[in-house]
């Protein structure tokens, strides 16, 4: 991912540009901002805003809506754990618990200088082999403790 | 002549290690100058076998799974490229009993082909559909599915050929098809599976679509969390442009029709239609007061016919074969079939499409093998988180339209999430309003406020005290909902939390000591 970087208002009209002629065009704008800086910057929503001609105020609106959109940095690699009733029935919770318990890793609590950043996600169409995830838009199936502590450890560069 | 050795690259199979398995055989086969060409395929949806390799000899293609990285040298010592046996041996897929009962009308190429080749997909019967539709009359062509009586398989059921009479009919400079593949409930994973194994025939539906109601373009919104399918499906796009199935004149037709893939961000209200539209729009993904129906005025204003994966990807076969053929599966008003999913704590998950009228334990025991932990099965969620709970007693229901709204539940998108009797109801029950809660997009008072309301009304009647007075404002609160709301989440939103009350009401009334040790 090319997210952390510092954002930088003349790269993100280029990347606003790009794509402001679309119909529709907020939702393919806002996913190559926050590709691109890992999070949508306030300066950023107001060349949005500029752009489509809309008000600073919708333009927020739609940012704030959607949980794909985050309006700060976010630090470490991304797991999205799926919590939905499929990895429910397969113990998924548990796997909540294992990360705070053996990581300390709060799902959906993002912290400074963090290797890892885990957040709930509901459903990614990987039922059949619940519980589920998506580590960097790595599929993981049939996820279990040994599987969450060798995440952990790869989003820390350790081998494994 | 090169062996062909056919491996998955469905985000599932991936998730279990395809991508592993398929550079172990490149490079075995590298090592032992071995004759294999590798095909990257969909799933068959047998997702227990992935890694599910298939090797193709005279006789047909014999499988071998689950495959591990570290089986691959001991496949190659026995000859698996002549389709010997192994320990991994499953004999000639197609003879699989979880495959050979299933009736594949939809996902018949799935796992077959491979996904991106559009030669490929015309050598396995693809095109066949939208050929036969563009030598006929649009109007025969909207009767011909409403004969069919294909209803929307996104989960309302609407009859998808009125919809399309609809748009139609109305007059405008510009029409627009959309493909519903926000497939967001919990269980379901058949629009991922056929946008990643069989792309094509979602595009070919969508122009049969486009033909019928005279629309030029179409998007696929397809939800954020499916990546990969994504990818593929927009990959898919890129080459029927380039083979002029999509463009001014498709298949040298003096029809034009156009796609384009489009991504959610994250929000499963944008499965409800209006709500996708106004997203695409490039808006909050909230839901629209209806009337004005999309087909009269939907995307950007425009008459808009708006159909889930599953109902366009049926168009081809319907057009192929004719309506009759199609309406002859089946039962009562449920014609055709369904690719049911079957999901949750299962032995056999996987993707089992069969005639309407197939009941749950059908899919759950015959198919499934009961529950992957091995205790017993205590509820069986159908149709995703606005589904019922349905307990033991009720597993012989049929798997048909108006059979489930009958047993006060409903079927959805086709998922089937499967409980052991470990689940805890009372829970269950929280997290559907909780769910709702968090996924409201806010328009309306009775999901935005009732949603929490309703969580905290569970949290109560755990807690014990005055049970039956909170049991009394729990049942009419979801009353409140299911009427006062304006679309299906906070409507449905009732029916898993009554199915609990109704069916596991002993969950509701753990003494308070019990319910607070866990």
């Not at chain 2, 649009?138 to 309302?156: H, K, N, Q, T």
């Not at chain 2, 019928?212 to 927009?234: L, N, Q």
Request: aromatic letters at 6%; a negative charge.
């Amino acid at each position: 991912m090319a997210a952390r970087a510092a954002f930088d208002a003349d790269l993100a009209k280029n990347i606003i540009d790009r794509k402001r002629s679309l119909p529709g065009a907020a939702l393919p704008i806002l996913h190559d901002l926050q590709h691109q800086f890992g999070y949508i910057d306030d300066a950023a929503i107001a060349l949005v805003a500029e752009a489509l001609n809309i008000s600073k105020a919708e333009a927020l609106g739609v940012v704030s809506f959607y949980h794909d959109f985050c309006r700060q940095p976010v630090d470490g690699k991304q797991l999205k754990l799926c919590r939905a009733e499929s990895c429910q029935s397969m113990g998924c919770e548990e796997l909540v618990a294992h990360l705070e318990a053996r990581h300390g890793i709060k799902v959906d609590e993002a912290r400074p200088g963090a290797a890892l950043h885990v957040e709930t996600v509901y459903c990614l169409g990987n039922c059949a082999l619940s519980p589920a995830a998506l580590f960097d838009r790595e599929p993981v199936g049939r996820l279990d403790r040994a599987a969450v502590d060798a995440i952990v450890a790869r989003a820390k560069g350790q081998t494994q | 002549m090169s062996v062909r050795v056919f491996i998955p690259a469905d985000s599932s199979a991936i998730s279990v290690g395809a991508d592993a398995v398929a550079r172990a055989i490149v490079a075995e086969a590298q090592t032992r100058a071995a004759d294999a060409a590798i095909v990257r395929t969909g799933s068959r949806g047998l997702f227990w076998l992935e890694p599910l390799v298939e090797v193709e000899i005279p006789d047909g293609r014999v499988g071998y799974g689950p495959v591990k990285p570290q089986d691959v040298p001991s496949l190659f010592d026995a000859d698996f490229l002549n389709g010997r046996p192994h320990s991994k041996s499953l004999g000639r897929i197609e003879d699989i009993p979880y495959l050979a009962r299933q009736q594949r009308l939809v996902f018949a190429r799935c796992g077959v082909t491979d996904p991106l080749s559009l030669d490929d997909y015309r050598r396995h019967g693809g095109l066949r559909g939208l050929e036969r539709a563009l030598q006929m009359d649009p109007s025969a062509l909207v009767e011909e599915v409403i004969a069919s009586g294909l209803r929307g398989r996104g989960g309302a059921g609407f009859p998808t050929g009125i919809k399309w009479r609809t748009a139609a009919g109305a007059h405008a400079d510009q029409k627009y098809v959309v493909c519903n593949a926000d497939e967001g409930d919990s269980g379901t994973f058949a629009d991922r599976m056929l946008m990643e194994g069989d792309p094509f025939l979602l595009i070919e539906g969508m122009a049969i679509a486009g033909v019928a109601v005279g629309a030029t373009m179409g998007y696929v919104y397809i939800r954020s969390e499916y990546p990969h399918a994504f990818d593929v499906f927009s990959r898919a796009i890129e080459r029927a442009r380039a083979a002029g199935l999509l463009g001014p004149k498709i298949l040298g037709s003096d029809h034009a029709f156009d796609l384009e893939a489009r991504l959610g961000a994250g929000a499963y209200i944008c499965g409800e239609e209006t709500s996708l539209l106004e997203s695409l729009e490039g808006k909050r993904g909230q839901v629209r007061a209806k009337p004005p129906l999309p087909a009269i005025s939907g995307l950007f204003g425009k008459p808009t016919v708006i159909n889930n994966v599953l109902s366009l990807a049926s168009v081809p076969w319907i057009l192929e074969h004719g309506a009759k053929a199609y309406a002859d599966y089946g039962m009562g008003r449920s014609r055709g079939t369904q690719p049911f999913q079957l999901a949750g704590n299962v032995r056999f998950g996987g993707l089992i499409e069969l005639a309407f009228g197939a009941t749950i334990r059908d899919l759950v025991e015959d198919f499934g093998g009961g529950t992957r932990s091995g205790r017993p099965i205590r509820a069986v969620q159908v149709g995703g988180p606005l589904g019922a709970y349905f307990p033991e007693s009720l597993l012989d229901t049929p798997l048909d339209y108006e059979a489930m709204i009958a047993a006060r539940g409903m079927l959805g998108h086709g998922g089937v999430v499967v409980f052991d009797d470990a689940v805890d109801m009372a829970r269950q029950a929280r997290f559907a309003f909780e769910f709702c809660a968090k996924e409201s997009c806010g328009k309306c008072t009775p999901c935005r406020i009732g949603s929490i309301r309703g969580a905290e009304m569970v949290e109560k009647v755990i807690a014990g005290g005055e049970r039956q007075k909170n049991v009394e404002l729990l049942r009419d609160l979801c009353e409140v909902m299911t009427d006062g709301s304006l679309c299906a989440l906070g409507g449905l939103t009732p029916l898993p939390v009554l199915s609990a009350l109704d069916h596991f009401g002993e969950d509701f009334a753990k003494p308070p000591a019990r319910a607070a040790a866990e």
